[in-house]
């Protein structure tokens, strides 16, 4: 049974939407062959066709995703970044994390609520799967969209890094190369005067892209999927997971075409002076189909700094944390000398049991960390401010993500900051109207704080976006209300998504029923081999 705080929940958002509809997908999950930097390669696509469709509904519309697996030879499952899954949290999508790995020859069907509106996207959450295609857009449109009217047509563009699976030194791979809008460049239709919405997704597996707009601005509308008071900026910085929407008006009296430039910067501190990334691609504003597009020169990159922006909805800083989550990320090596991203000195392995399902079945002692193993467990209480605190000891820019929850951005200094100082002397220069998001840059030898109030029930990840950065263990467990997760009714395909793939679904981390305290079997160093 959902416990009855979740149902009240659930009923009270269906209640307030008149026409909700539910909106049915049906995926085969399969390999196709494409070329989208122009080099031939096996994608993971749906239907058997590459680039993989969007996802798009309204707000209040229920979305049912049934998705086959005929991959033959990889599990899968599916994240809808950005989600909240209120009331759902089965739904989330990471692997051992809230549902069991897909195998192939089996089937698994999403259902949740589209209870916020904004740009979202959808990916694969199994084992550095996306890279290899398995992603794209999830828009839920707004009924109420304060910006309806207000701009011409609506478009989005990708900026994505399409890198090579083959890895034999366990490096993470750098960018091959770019493809906008799972292309080489993207070409929108462009005229004098009117008003465009961009919904800007990057779904890389691991870089951040610069953009910008030759001779226009970009007037941001929402960051990630939190409305932001409109600010007009030259360039931005999004790093993989993030989402801008941004309107961009025709410049009058000009009737060259202009280019869009989308340049990786690789997570290096753009900061410094004169830095140029040789890794660029240009989209293009069609204003003439006949005209060339001359080439877009910036001198310098310099992003809107995102910690600034200003939030329309739920200004106020919330009160003072109840718990504050202290997330140290080094570097380190595991026992066979190769090298992990740790979370205070360690790094997170996956359990035999999806998390969710240890919650729900250890009973009473599903409240002690012990059970949950290597996953950087981290247990706080429904109602409960939470501080996240990240302290970023490597020379690069990190993208944070948490599922679940979009936190209020404190502080977010830049580079070279160092640790957090503490609650005492860091909270005076808080930000008091923070602005809100799911997916944060942490810049290099530096940290950040972000504070959300817990409110549903499940089993969250906190982890870099950086896909292999997953991989490497740079991944933390918040476990809220544990003790409201025993009766939880998990849909039967799910149950059977295990059985099917011999997982066990029951039990502390190892899957021991009887005994969950007892730790034997739990994994507490990563598989030296790889089989993603
Ligand atoms: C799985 O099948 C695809 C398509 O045939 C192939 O490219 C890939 O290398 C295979 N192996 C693994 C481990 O994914
Ligand atoms: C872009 O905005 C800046 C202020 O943020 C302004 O100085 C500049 O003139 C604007 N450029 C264009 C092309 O509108
Ligand atoms: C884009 O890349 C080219 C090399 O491919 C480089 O010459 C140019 O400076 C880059 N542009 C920017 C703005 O970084
Ligand atoms: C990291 O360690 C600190 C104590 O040093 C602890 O308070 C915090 O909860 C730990 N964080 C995680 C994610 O386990
Ligand atoms: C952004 O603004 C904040 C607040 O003024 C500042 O601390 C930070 O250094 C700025 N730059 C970056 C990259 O966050
Ligand atoms: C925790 O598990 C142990 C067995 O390992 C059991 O004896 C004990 O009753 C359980 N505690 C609670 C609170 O359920
Ligand atoms: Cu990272």
Redesign the pocket.
Known sequence: MIPPSLSSLLIGALATVASAAVVEYDWDITWVTAAPDGFTRPVIGVNDVWPCPEIRAVQGDTIRLKINNKLGNQTTSIHFHGINQIGSNWMDGPSLVTQCPVIPGVSFTYEFVADTAGTFWWHSHEMGQYPDGLRGPLIIEDPNDPHAGEYHEQSHILGEAFLNPNNPDGIPPAAQSIILNDGQGADYAFAAGKNYRFRIINIAAAPSAMIHFDSHNMTVIMSDVDHVEEEEVSQLRISPGQRYDVIVKGAEDDDRNFGI?V?LDENRDYSQPGA?????ATGNLIIDPEQETSP???EE?RAANDSLFKPVNDKAILPAADKTMLFNFNECTDSDEIVRHCVNSSYYVGPKVPTLYTAATTGGNNTKEAVYGAIHPFIVSSGDIIDIVVNNHDPGVHPFHLHGYHFQVLTRPGSNAGDWPGSELASPNYNQEPPRRDTVDVYAMSHAVLRFQASNPGVYLFHCHMDWHVEMGLTATIIESPELLTDITIPEDHLEACRNGGYPIAGNAAGNVEDPLDTTGIEYEPPVEYTG
């Open positions: 430039l340049a140029v990334w040789g890794r660029n877009v020169i910036v990159w």
